[in-house]
């Protein structure tokens, strides 16, 4: 595998894209072997430290302080989630290991009936649903993306493993490390409001699309929610993927090379073979989303998210990037200007 930086073609295709009306305001940014080589946005007001929404991307950050725990010793995949979170052994919710919710394989994808939206922000609110939650499929069996519960179930297993808020983990081991701490949210604060690049809302979207529900309610915004409300710069999520191969970044590196590798084994069962569908997040590690080759599908691994933001490491190349936007595509999750990126930096398309 090799990668063209072509920094100056990269710009281009991003003015190209904005001029032309397809995007409206985007970041890319990339790490090489440690370095920062690419830090590059557009749009009317959008600076590096621009927020955006990056919905599932924000699984990903979740997935690597999830395996920092376990390096530490403090989380076993393979344990049961009621050793840390005694209260979720309820209506059989026993049998669920930690592994299943992280390779969305718990069974539990379905949202509870919420009184409000501004439930979605209160973290004890939501963390009470998940325990009195009964099973949509028996744990351990298909894939089923559980595209919202995830950043609940993971999140609070995190809390309970670690002995302190989600929030206060991800500060403590990956966004105060790495510097990063005013450029990646789960929640954000009255400074952070200032810089947010919300979605563009067209003719194909309105206010009940859970992508506005997200990213357009402050009770929401400011909440934390692991799998759906972050809102990040790319060089944050960049740098993130970037401590995870070579010597790190800054001389961090979060995880070791023994856990990429037990984190990108492909989890999915083999009763469950992939399906042909782009839309379908399907193939699944601990958390991360595979997107290498069949021989190796974590050569390439990261998440992407609702609106087509992205973030993602190549260890083999010692690359993290990622990815923001701010516009609603119908053609999600085949996004053009993402792809016409990927074919100028020559790594594979993801549709994710």
């Not at 007001?45 to 376990?70: C, D, E, H, R």
């Not at 923001?324 to 996004?335: M, V």
């Amino acid at each position: 595998m090799q990668i063209n930086i072509d920094v100056e073609k990269l710009q281009n295709l991003l003015n190209e894209a904005v001029a032309a009306g397809e995007e409206a305001d985007c970041q890319l940014a990339i790490y090489k072997s440690g370095k920062l080589v690419a830090d590059l946005c557009v749009g009317e007001k959008t600076q590096s430290n621009t927020l955006f929404p990056i919905f599932s991307v924000g699984k990903g950050v979740t997935s690597t302080l999830a395996l920092m725990l376990y390096e530490d010793g403090l989380l076993d995949f393979d344990a049961p989630v009621a050793e840390y979170w005694r209260e979720f052994a309820r209506h059989g919710k026993e049998k669920v290991k930690v592994w299943h919710i992280f390779s969305h394989r718990a069974g539990l994808w379905e949202m509870p009936l919420l009184k409000s939206y501004e439930e979605l922000g209160d973290w004890q609110a939501m963390i009470k649903y998940m325990e009195d939650a009964v099973f949509q499929a028996e744990p351990g069996g298909k894939c089923r993306y559980h595209g919202f519960t995830f950043g609940w179930l993971a999140g609070e297993v995190i809390a309970r493993a670690g002995k302190k808020s989600f929030n206060e983990l991800l500060r403590e081991k990956i966004t105060e490390p790495l510097q990063i701490s005013r450029e990646l949210f789960f929640g954000t604060d009255a400074e952070a409001e200032t810089r947010l690049a919300l979605p563009v809302v067209s003719r194909f979207a309105d206010f009940t699309d859970s992508r506005n529900i997200f990213s357009n309610n402050l009770a929401v915004r400011s909440g934390c929610i692991p799998s759906a409300n972050g809102f990040a710069s790319a060089r944050a999520i960049a740098k993130v993927y970037a401590a995870l191969s070579g010597n790190g970044v800054d001389g961090i590196r979060l995880l070791k090379d023994e856990t990429i590798k037990y984190a990108t084994q492909s989890r999915r069962a083999d009763f469950d073979p992939l399906p042909n569908d782009l839309g379908a997040w399907a193939h699944f590690g601990l958390g991360y989303a595979l997107a290498g080759f069949p021989e190796n599908p974590g050569a390439i691994f990261g998440h992407g998210g609702a609106m087509g933001s992205e973030g993602l490491a190549i260890p083999e190349l010692e690359v993290g990037m990622s990815f923001t936007k701010n516009k609603f595509n119908t053609t999600h999750p085949i996004h053009p200007l993402r792809n016409r990126i990927s074919e100028a930096l020559n790594i594979k398309i993801r549709n994710w």
